[in-house]
């Protein structure tokens, strides 16, 4: 059995509140540190790749896909489980063959499977949900495994959103989906909406050639997971709503309706499989008002393994009311920080549809405002591109929509505004 690895929990907020205060912020920040020795065996895993073989993947595509799916097939470790699917408007298992299920990496089979993969031609439909739908038939023959799938795709897909959404809730918390989109055509909300219900990633390979290296960098972090699961328990006060739960980093993710209710007061968000890494989560506790000098636990969090109920860190979350102005009008670096990052997201996300809506008085407010945010808290990255979207006259301060945009710089943009940075380090 590995060793497992150590967590810990840090909580980043001012307590302080005005007498009519009644939000509580947090950015709580998970710490887990791998101890596994190279003589501990390590966790059981299972992996299945899934690689969009539909029409419109025909020429350089579909080669960029199977040097992808190889190369994802030579990184996985010896005794990880796994299976190689096709997607088109079906999804098949192209390896093993038959009714094999998913099989041990070894030698032999990573030769088996390339084989396999090789073989692989473009032809039919998108049809997401199915191809999910397979994998987590696959994956679920695991039960005490990590459970990982990898997904990539060129289209925008086939199915109704009614169908598609079904799956997604159907297989929410059952594994891990890591998501990849290629060319001009696929839709980042499509992709968006596996990675929120699969507590996964999703991210915009803008030069196919570089596929095969994210499916290496995807694989091998898969490969080092050692948990399969840890779930945020949050408790508040009767009287008290938590208002939401959200991962602020390294990418949003918003946890506020995957709750599990514990008890009437504390619920369970699922945080997904960890291995040596570090995340943060921002928590919003709205508290009944109290009186000058009162002090409450608005909040106790701790982290659970779901299968054991061993807590493996806890702290608490506090408030107290002030008649100091400069107590309570103080806001706590980190919260401000990823609060900026949230805002800059969905000044993100509007101004763009928006701008597919044609509505360009508010597609260049949002998008010129972003730009602003973007250069103020340091993202240099999403500034360059929201500049190849919104242009701002440096005298006037007038801001316009470029008339001619590169529709893969929205699609960097669109995929990279899920990503957020961290709060700098005075001196750093």
């Known amino acids: ?92 298992v192209v390896f093993p063959g038959g009714d094999t299920g998913l099989v ?45 799938a990898l997904l990539m795709t060129d289209g925008q897909n086939n199915e109704r959103a009614g169908e598609f959404d079904a799956v997604l809730r159907e297989w929410s918390g059952t594994f891990v989906c890591d998501s990849l989109g290629i060319g ?48 945020l328990r949050v408790w508040v006060p009767q009287a008290a709503r938590l208002m939401f739960v959200k991962q602020v980093s390294p990418t949003l993710l918003d946890l506020t309706g995957k709750r599990t209710d514990v008890n009437p007061l504390t619920g369970d968000y699922p ?29 106790w969090v701790k982290l659970v393994r779901p299968d054991t109920q061993e807590v493996v860190a806890s702290g608490n979350v506090l408030a107290q009311w002030t008649d100091d102005l400069a107590q309570s009008t103080q806001i706590n670096g980190k919260v401000a920080h990823y609060t900026g990052q949230v805002e800059l997201h969905e000044l993100i996300q509007e101004g763009l549809g928006a701008r597919a809506m044609g509505d360009v008085d508010t597609a260049t407010a949002r998008l010129a405002k972003a730009r602003e945010l973007a250069a103020e808290s340091g993202r240099e990255d999403t500034a360059r591109l929201l500049e190849k979207v919104v242009e701002v006259d440096p005298v006037t301060g007038t801001a316009r929509l470029r008339n001619k945009v590169d529709k893969t710089d929205v699609l960097e943009l669109d995929t990279g505004s899920v990503r957020t940075s961290r709060l700098r380090k005075e001196g750093s």
Request: glycine fraction near 8%; charge should be negative; charged fraction near 20%.
């Open 104 to 148: 041990p990496a070894s030698p032999a089979t990573r030769a088996e499977a390339e084989r396999a993969v090789n073989q692989l031609l473009a032809h039919g439909g998108t049809a997401i949900g199915e191809w999910l739908k397979l994998a987590g038939h696959l994956l679920t023959s695991r039960p005490s495994a990590i459970r990982h």
């Open 271 to 299: 945080t997904g499989s960890w291995g040596a890494e570090d995340r943060e989560y921002h928590i919003c506790v709205e508290v009944p008002p109290g009186q000058i000098g009162q002090e409450i636990r608005a909040g």
């Open 184 to 231: 001009a055509d696929w839709v980042p909300a499509e992709l968006r909406k596996v990675a929120d219900a699969m507590l996964g990633t999703f991210d915009y390979v803008r030069d196919q050639g570089d596929l095969p290296e994210y499916f290496r960098r995807l694989t091998q972090a898969s490969m080092s997971k050692t948990v399969a699961e840890l779930s």
């Open 1 to 92: 059995m590995a060793e497992q690895p150590a967590f810990t929990l840090t909580i980043d907020q001012n307590k302080y509140l005005p007498l009519d205060g009644r939000e509580v912020h947090a950015v709580l920040t998970i710490g887990s540190t791998g101890t596994a020795t190279t003589q501990a065996a390590p966790a059981e895993a299972a992996e299945v790749i899934i690689i969009d073989t539909s029409g419109s993947m025909s020429g350089a595509k579909i080669r960029e896909a199977r040097e992808a799916a190889v190369t994802a097939v030579r990184t996985l470790r010896d005794g990880v489980h796994f299976a190689v699917v096709a997607g088109t408007g079906q999804a098949r």
